[in-house]
């Protein structure tokens, strides 16, 4: 049987570069055990970085939970429409310094967030379940790994369908100076209207406008 030595050299330039990345695999790992690296690799529960404050630390995730970090209700009740929906502070309202926040929210089938606008922008990165989300009039669904961008002063809303059998839910990324968003209706002509009277959850304020005691205040110079 005639042997075929293009296939065989192929075969062994394979064989080769296995052996290189094998043998370059170990060499690290001796190199960081060597430096104690390895050793001090941890992968438990045990003694993780406080969730306050302003340093480095792992928020470890289990079920769509965060350890150390408390679910909180969307918004107070009667501020603005919505329904079924909690949110859960991830990175910025712990003490740390950044410029953004990093917030999660799980929307239960049939609930809502407020239609809302504002002149920050945010992106929204789905990371359970299917959803659908409304912008500037438009409605799609959207599903995990998703990359939705809220653009300034576009009406938006995300929601969960009823005939979900999971609970939807996004991480939204927004900046830690931001203005109060306004709460809408949709007119039957697919139009916006503000809702007078209604409050957002925001707490946050323009930074000219911040006193001592708001979340981001900076004493003047």
Known sequence: MAINTRKVAKSLGYLAAGAAVAGAAYS??????????VECLVDDDEDLPEVKGNHCKLLRFRDYR???????????????????????????????????????????????????????????????????CMMEGVTRKVRRGDVIYVAPSAPHQLLCAEDQKQNFGFLCIVNADRDRPVAL??????SFEEVLGAVSACEFKPKHLRKPGDAGYVPPK
């Open 185 to 190: 209706r949709q007119l039957k002509d697919g």
């Open 28 to 37: 690290l790992l001796q190199y960081y055990s060597s430096t104690g690296a």
């Open 66 to 132: 965060w350890n150390g970090v408390e679910t909180q209700e969307y918004k107070a009740e009667g501020t603005a429409e919505f329904k079924d929906i909690l949110r859960t502070e991830l990175v910025g309202k712990n003490g740390e310094s950044c410029k953004f926040h990093v917030r999660y929210f799980e929307v239960g089938p049939g609930g809502y967030s407020t239609m809302e606008k504002h002149v920050h922008e945010h992106v929204v990165i789905p990371l359970r379940g299917e959803g659908i």
